[in-house]
């Protein structure tokens, strides 16, 4: 079966220069920047609502990136919105929300219905932010839930740039061998 497939009509859209696994599943209204890359085993599901990720993002190995759909219960549904320069770590779970620009979600973490992390945000490994939840602008989240950590240092801050970068460099060779 093909990695990427459209549903009830609909095809993903896939920007210029994206690398996606053939083992990776991406179905339905979803969009994916330039220079992106998703890894094996990642699934996007834009079935019921539409998901948009944004340049330089990598999805990595395992993750699941959701939407969460309108019904009587949420009237409006939560799509799933991912800015530039985000690193997905592994076996992520993004659910209905908004991720914005430059942010680091580390491996197994999970994002829920309507929470919102900001730019330059880092979310730690394991880490749960629960649904709805507002975080701040540059700071680490650890926990479950989360709870603001500390502020990031100047270091950390470069951190999210450098990561995109070096996944933009390494998807680059995967697309050479192809």
């Given at each position: 079966m093909k990695p990427v497939r459209s549903l009830r009509g609909v095809a993903p859209t896939i920007g210029e220069r994206v690398y996606i696994d053939p083992q990776c599943c991406i179905i339905g209204d979803?969009?994916?920047?330039?220079?992106?890359s998703v890894w094996p085993m990642a699934v996007i599901r834009g079935d019921m609502h539409h998901i948009r990720i944004g340049e330089r993002?990598?999805?990595?190995?395992?993750?699941?990136?959701?939407?969460?759909h309108a019904s009587d219960y949420n009237p409006t549904g939560?799509?799933?919105?991912?800015?530039?320069?985000?690193?997905?770590?592994?076996n992520a779970c993004l659910h209905g929300c908004t991720?914005?620009?430059?942010?680091?979600?580390?491996?197994?973490?999970i994002v829920?219905?309507?929470?919102?992390?900001?730019?330059q945000t880092m979310i730690a490994a394991g880490c749960l932010v629960p649904?709805?939840?507002?975080?701040?602008?540059g700071h680490l989240y650890v926990g479950s839930p989360a709870k603001k950590a500390r502020p990031l240092n100047e270091k950390e801050l470069?951190?999210?740039?450098?990561?995109?970068?070096?996944y933009v460099k390494e998807k680059n060779q995967f697309l050479e061998e192809l």
């Open positions: 979803v969009e994916i920047g330039a220079d992106s993002v990598s999805v990595q190995d395992g993750s699941v990136l959701h939407i969460t939560h799509p799933l919105i991912i800015g530039n320069d985000v690193t997905i770590g592994h991720i914005e620009d430059e942010v680091l979600i580390g491996i197994g973490a829920l219905d309507g929470a919102l992390v900001p730019k649904p709805g939840k507002q975080l701040e602008s470069a951190f999210f740039k450098y990561s995109a970068g070096n």
